[in-house]
């Protein structure tokens, strides 16, 4: 690992960068270079170090899975084990004491950026940990956890090597600031702002706009409910491009074993829906006498 001070300043270093932007010159096919480097990276976080690593949602080749892992951790947010592992404990202590980051804890800075830059000296994952434990052992994904930077680092060689500095600024530093932030906007906005489906023990809510930049990952009440599943939408209306990638993958043979929402999570959810729905009818009820008492008590005697 680098010694934290430099990650800290190489972090910042980066989040500044995307600044650049309104220094070299536009073109408006570079927002399809931010967008294909975003989404692209987006969905190798999601893919492989959340729903694949810490939740074991569905198998996939090893070639797709090193490819996909590689792609994440072209994101900058340190290796695939880290990340997942550090995710395992989010929702093994969900909001309350032990979690890594939860804004209802330890604010909402440290819940956003702060825990992300720790002293990986001491910040490290237990080797109990069920993602240390079953894939540090992995030779190629061993490399990419201790290499974690030469991919974002070949990424943003190869983006100067094609086009200069308006590439490697749209195509590297913008896009890895919006991820970053998109990311940490899972730990910090959907346990704050959204709808809560389900009534989970934290303070998990989906939020259709982190979803959109996350690529699904925004509905984070169902996630938090049912781990396991391969997608976090749970129902068509509920946009997730990582499960629409892992269903081309399955498509194709590349993925298998996709884990489904069980039916009775569906029936909570309808439960929920009819509970929430009857609830609001006798409150509006009550409401009416309630006013006519007040009036009465008000008339002079
Ligand atoms: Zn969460
Ligand atoms: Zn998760």
Not at 133 to 146: C, M, Q
Not at 204 to 211: F, W
Request: aromatic fraction near 16%; include cysteine.
């Amino acid at each position: 690992m680098l010694p934290n001070v430099l990650q800290i300043a190489i972090f910042w270093s980066v989040q500044v960068s995307a600044l650049l932007v309104f220094v070299v010159p536009f073109r408006w096919a570079f927002i399809g270079l931010w967008a294909g480097s975003h989404f692209l990276r987006a969905v190798g976080l999601t893919l492989a170090f959340h729903r694949y690593f810490a939740h074991r949602a569905f198998k996939m080749h090893r070639a797709a899975r090193f490819a996909w892992a590689f792609i994440g951790t072209a994101a900058m947010q340190k290796g695939p084990l880290w990340w997942a592992g550090h995710h395992v404990n989010h929702h093994k202590f969900a909001d309350r004491d032990g979690d890594p980051h939860s804004p209802m804890v330890s604010g909402v800075y440290y819940a956003h950026i702060g825990w992300f830059l720790n002293d990986t000296k001491y910040d490290k994952v237990e080797a109990t940990n069920p993602v240390i434990r079953d894939f540090a052992p992995v030779p190629e994904i061993a490399w990419l956890e201790k290499y974690f930077y030469v991919p974002p680092a070949t990424l943003a060689a190869a983006l100067f090597l094609a086009g200069g500095w308006p590439w490697l600024v749209w195509g590297f530093c913008l896009p890895t600031m919006t991820l970053a932030h998109a990311t940490f906007a899972i730990n910090t906005i959907n346990h704050m702002f959204g709808s809560r489906r389900f009534e989970t023990v934290d303070e998990s809510r989906n939020n259709p706009l982190t979803a959109f930049f996350a690529v699904g990952e925004g509905w984070h009440n169902n996630h938090h409910r049912y781990q396991r599943a391969a997608r976090n939408g749970f129902y068509w209306w509920e946009f997730d491009v990582t499960w629409y990638v892992i269903r081309a993958m399955a498509a194709i043979g590349l993925a298998w074993d996709l884990q489904a929402v069980p039916k009775r999570i569906y029936d909570e959810a309808r439960a929920s829906k009819a509970r929430r729905a009857t609830r609001s009818i006798p409150s509006i009820i009550d409401a009416a006498p309630l006013a006519l008492d007040l009036a009465e008590d008000a008339e002079p005697v």
